[in-house]
Nanobody, 122 residues
Framework: QVQLVESGGGLVQAGGSLRLSCTASGNIFSIDVMGWYRQAPGKQRDMVAI???????VYADSVKGRFTISNDNAKNTMYLQMNSLKPEDTAVYYC????????????????WGQGTQVTVSS
């Protein structure tokens, strides 16, 4: 069984910074894409940033230039460095791993973390 565990959320003032971490544990052969998503109250869950096994990164327009996604493949850990935070960044942030294989022959599956709250005060 694969699990994703996020950490690093919290309360910060506008203009401040936070770094989120997401560690994947379990028998993992490969992960094609890892990403961060967020969901504010009453809104849909949106992509924030993703990174592929091939090194491609994609950011939502709203966070470009402020957030940086990175990963440590040896530790199966992904990070989201969030700078210049704004009140509109307030949301529950979820980690997602796409197309996870536990062996090279198994069908890939997607996994979500439990989410971590980020609150930015004005």
């Amino acid at each position: 069984q694969v699990q994703l565990v996020e950490s690093g959320g919290g309360l910060v003032q506008a203009g401040g910074s936070l770094r989120l971490s997401c560690t994947a544990s379990g028998n993992i052969f490969s992960i094609d894409v890892m990403g961060w998503y967020r969901q504010a109250p009453g809104k849909q869950r949106d992509m924030v940033a993703i990174t592929t096994r091939g090194g491609i990164t994609v950011y939502a327009d709203s966070v470009k230039g402020r957030f940086t996604i990175s990963n440590d493949n040896a530790k199966n850990t992904m990070y989201l460095q969030m700078n210049s935070l704004k009140p509109e960044d307030t949301a529950v942030y979820y980690c997602k791993a796409d197309r996870v294989r536990v062996t090279q022959w198994t069908q890939p599956r997607d996994y979500w973390g439990q989410g971590t709250q980020v609150t930015v005060s004005s």
